[in-house]
């Protein structure tokens, strides 16, 4: 089995069987309590199906982008979890769960765009090329203003306010089924956190 876990937006949760379906799953789009939930719906996996611990092999976290109190929150929770199970924690970019989708319900070809808001009147955008199994990141995440936004002529735009943890998951067995390596379990931060350390004073003598 694997279990992922999505909080770069609202928190979203999914056990998946290594046939790809569904076992359970929780979500919320709610973008500011990645804490409250994340441990109730982890314990609705892990109740989920029998002798779960023993059968899951990894835990699929996303990376994001997104907002930093958000992406510490799943990332330390599949950490923790991963740890005391022994198992690997497998990165996965956020939005490429969200192309995975797409491209499988043949809704996009060619270039497209992967679009969430990232606050400040900002939007996070990843541009990819229609390709399967694993989605190919042609641009990677970046900021733009929204209101300055133009996509290029010919690029299909898909802004999502949700990440789905399931789909999240099959990019994770996608990557794995043709050896594709993973990125670090690390959040995607677009932007320098809001708190920076304050320089040294200055000591007279």
């Known amino acids: 089995m694997l279990l992922a ?44 199906a029998p002798d779960v611990r023993g059968s899951l092999t990894a835990v699929a976290a996303g990376i994001g982008p997104g907002p930093f109190t958000g992406l510490r929150v799943g990332l330390a929770a599949a950490r923790v979890l991963a740890l005391g199970l022994d198992i690997p924690v497998l990165g996965v970019p ?3 769960a969200v ?4 491209l499988v319900a043949g809704e996009v070809a060619g270039r497209f765009a992967i679009v969430t808001d990232a606050r400040r009147r900002e939007v996070a955008v990843t541009v990819y090329t ?31 306010a949700e990440i789905p943890a399931v789909w999240l998951a099959r990019a ?16 995607l931060y677009l932007r320098a956190p809001d708190v920076t350390l304050a320089a040294p004073k200055r ?3």
Do not use: K, N
């Not at 192309?99 to 797409?102: E, I, N, P, Q």
């Not at 936004?149 to 735009?157: D, S």
């Open 94 to 96: 956020s939005h490429e």
């Open 99 to 102: 192309a995975l989708r797409l």
């Open 203 to 205: 000591v007279s003598a």
């Open 130 to 160: 229609a390709a399967l199994p694993v989605p190919a990141e042609v641009e990677p995440a970046h900021l733009v203003e929204r209101v300055a936004y133009v996509p290029e002529p010919g690029l299909t735009v898909h802004e999502v």
């Open 5 to 48: 876990i999505d909080t770069s937006a609202g928190t979203s949760v999914a056990l998946l069987a290594e046939d790809g379906a569904v076992v359970a799953e929780r979500s919320t789009a709610d973008t500011r309590r990645h804490a409250e939930v994340i441990g109730p719906f982890l314990a609705a996996m892990l109740a989920a």
């Open 172 to 187: 994770a067995q996608a990557r794995r089924a043709v050896g594709a390596s993973f990125p670090e379990p690390a959040p």
